[in-house]
């Protein structure tokens, strides 16, 4: 059994999914898409249910990459049942949704989700009325506290395995549109599309123009002559049953230039649609739903006073993300030491068994100084990448992101961004990976692409974890605050320059509102809370144990060989004189060059390979940070931050970078951007030091 979830955002979807799949998830995206795919696996007395959980959208329209995926989902895999999700604190604007649900599934079930905050608003809903309202089964639940949830999936199991019924036909539209609803359903009847989409919801999509209809309908082969007697349900890509025409013509095109003289243009027949439908849930309404002070303000009124303040309001959030940052980057450090050193104990306990068998020195070195000196040192930041994770969920859970996003739109829209690329940049101090991904909440393609670019431009955990360990060994005390300050700020500043300068590059010439749903505060689930933060660490842990570790391995070999050399002289080294020409106006050394190339497979890997070339034990970042004190000024050291800082993003942000914009072209362009930015800057950083002396 197939079973589509389906529901307005922020309605609880997710937390729905997660409970009944667990860990039986899969991520991806939809094909030839950026909106990632969920599904998962669910027995049930058995049976084997697969659970799709569809892109939160309010409607079906064709506006956004979510409606799109959502709507051909329905028409083309037909699940068995869909679980509609409804907002019982917000249902008018919920049951919009639902009605163009009813116009394309024939079998569907309505949870109505966040019964007790509707209670608490003082809203009752009389769920059996609703249920006879709209001919579907309603099931109430509290998805938060689990309450309710396999209620909502056995009715969905048993309305899946009924025939098909008659889907809705209920919604009253004025004469008007009525009379021509049905002059385009006659002109489709006949056709082999309606044998495919529901022909009501068929006429009224062509009626309003719908471009990605017309895309389906271009791609869809028409019935021979000599088949057009037979039965045509049958399957419509059957070369027997059809012949495949290299050009097809929409019908309805001259009908529509009548009604387009007559004054029906598409924006008329589509403010009539939707108009006709909330006039039909306004007549429904006042028998589903009695609210008994409607002009009470809610916990979430009050406190939305205080949050989206124009006063108070980034106060607020500053100390937020104060307290988000500190649990990340200060009160998580006794917990990477504690990996550093059990890392350490490790090591000596394997190089301890290699001797006690008289492995070759090469293997013990390759242990010590390879893996456990380069996964080592990288494996101290996972502690900082979970909390860091952990409070980020926690804010989107509870809703506090999207009031952050609100706030930063004053600020985005200075650098011709969108309110929801801050989504983008808060995620991208903890991984530029999930950052990248994160803009796909913003519909237009070029605030996109622009949001991609800037975003490696944010130091991320790893980065912020190598900077405060070499900010520490050269500005001990309070002159290492204010360092990190000033890089932290010069990142911003190249932030807000970037994306004037890239707004030009991009020819962005259209903007888009920046409308989004604030929604209900409520307490986080400790499942949705955990689950992300668990799936993002182990993904880290996952590239810990893959080419991080390959890269240590490769490090240690260019470092190691050819055997009884100088340093200078192995293959690292000569690669690192070859390097010394851009070194040396930075006052770097070739091992610093050698470590920021290797930095290009993942940022933490600069720290590994630092620690192979100063031949630095595994048990922690500070030593190898200390080592680099011999090897440069502290004004050496403060150019390094800033070209570790801005330089060439990792290699998993540049095949995600190329993944979600699909452009190979722009992808490069951000990797020589980074590069040659970080350089400049950096130059410019050293240079102005030493003519002032510093």
């Known amino acids: 059994m197939k079973i589509a979830l389906m529901g307005n955002p922020n309605v609880g979807k997710s937390t729905v999914f997660n409970i009944l799949t667990g860990s039986n998830q899969q991520v991806g995206n939809w094909s030839g898409k950026t909106v990632e795919r969920k599904s998962g696996v669910i027995q049930r007395a058995n049976e084997e249910i697969e659970l799709i959980d569809l892109p939160g959208t309010y409607s079906l329209t064709a506006y956004s990459q979510e409606e799109i995926i959502t709507r051909e989902y329905i028409l083309r895999e037909k699940p068995d049942v869909v679980m509609a999700m409804v907002d019982a604190s917000n249902i008018e604007r919920n049951l919009y949704l639902v009605l163009q649900i009813l116009e394309l599934a024939p079998r569907v079930v309505i949870g109505l989700n966040m019964m007790d905050l509707a209670k608490h608003a003082g809203i009752t809903i009389h769920s059996n009325k609703l249920a006879l309202a709209l001919n579907v089964p309603v099931v109430e639940i509290v998805a938060a506290k689990g309450k309710g949830v396999e209620e909502f999936l056995t009715g969905a199991i048993r309305v899946g395995k009924f025939k098909k019924d008659p889907l809705l036909d209920q919604v009253p539209y004025p004469e008007e549109l009525e009379k021509r609803i049905q002059e385009m359903e ?30 389906t309908w271009k791609s869809i082969p028409q019935l021979s002559q000599r088949d057009k007697s037979k039965d045509s349900c049958c399957d419509p890509g059957d070369p027997v049953k059809y012949e495949l025409q290299e050009t097809v013509t929409l019908p309805g095109v001259e009908l529509l230039q009548a009604y387009e003289s007559e004054g029906w243009s598409q924006d008329r027949f589509e403010m009539a649609v939707a108009d006709a439908e909330y006039q039909y849930i306004s007549r429904i309404l006042p028998e589903i739903r009695i609210h008994e002070n409607p002009t009470k303000p809610t916990f979430t009124d009050i406190l939305d006073s205080w949050i989206l303040s124009s006063f108070w309001g980034y106060p607020i959030m500053f100390v937020i993300l104060s307290i988000v940052f500190w649990f990340s980057f200060v009160a998580s450090a006794p917990l990477g030491g504690a990996v550093s050193q059990g890392m350490a104990w490790s090591a000596d306990a394997i190089v301890a068994f290699l001797q006690q068998i008289n492995a070759p020195d090469a293997l013990q070195s390759l242990v010590r100084d390879g893996i456990f000196a380069g996964v080592g040192a990288v494996l101290a930041f996972v502690p900082q990448i979970a909390i860091f994770f952990a409070f980020f969920s926690l804010m989107q859970d509870s809703g ?39 803009t796909r909440t913003l519909e237009n393609p070029k605030d996109r692409l622009i949001t991609m670019l800037i975003n490696p431009l944010i130091p991320c955990v ?30 911003m500043i190249l932030v807000m320059f970037s994306a004037l300068f890239l707004r030009r590059v991009v020819k962005q010439t259209e903007h888009s509102a920046f409308v989004m749903e604030l929604p209900p505060y409520h307490i986080p689930t400790l499942r949705n809370v955990l689950l992300p933060t668990w799936q993002k ?92 004190t011999g090897a440069m000024t502290p004004l050496g050291a403060y150019t390094f931050l800033v070209v570790y800082m801005l330089y060439i993003p990792c290699l998993a942000s540049v095949i995600t970078t190329y993944k979600e914009s699909r452009s ?31």
Request: charged share 10%; aromatic share 14%; glycine share 10%.
């Open 186 to 215: 006659l002109l489709l009847a006949d056709t082999l599309w309606a044998t495919r989409y529901p022909l009501r919801w068929l006429a009224m999509k062509r009626l309003e123009r719908d471009p990605e209809i017309g895309q």
């Open 400 to 438: 506090y992101l999207a009031r952050a996003a609100f706030l930063g739109d004053r600020f985005m829209q200075l650098m011709g961004l969108h309110g929801k690329s801050f989504f983008s940049l808060v995620s991208g101090f903890g991984c530029n990976v999930p950052a990248i991904m994160a």
């Open 462 to 491: 790893p980065r912020l974890g190598v900077m405060s360990a070499v900010v520490a060994a050269f500005f001990p005390g309070s002159r290492g605050a204010l360092v990190m300050v000033s890089l932290l700020l010069l990142s």
């Open 537 to 628: 660490t182990y993904s880290f842990l996952k590239r810990a144990w893959t080419y991080i570790l390959a890269a240590s391995i490769v490090v240690w070999v260019l470092s190691s060989y050819p055997q009884g050399v100088p340093m200078n002289a192995t293959w690292a080294g000569k690669m690192g004189g070859w390097l010394t020409f851009i070194g040396e106006p930075l006052g770097f050394d070739w091992k610093i060059m050698v470590a920021i190339v290797f930095g290009f497979t993942a940022k933490e890997t600069t720290l590994s390979t630092l620690g192979i070339l100063y031949g630095v034990a595994a048990d922690a970042s500070q030593s190898i940070a200390q080592a680099m």
């Open 664 to 694: 190979l072209g722009w992808t490069s362009f951000g990797v020589a951007y980074n590069l040659i930015l970080s350089f400049i800057i950096g130059w410019l950083v050293f240079q102005g030091g030493q003519v002032l002396g510093l």
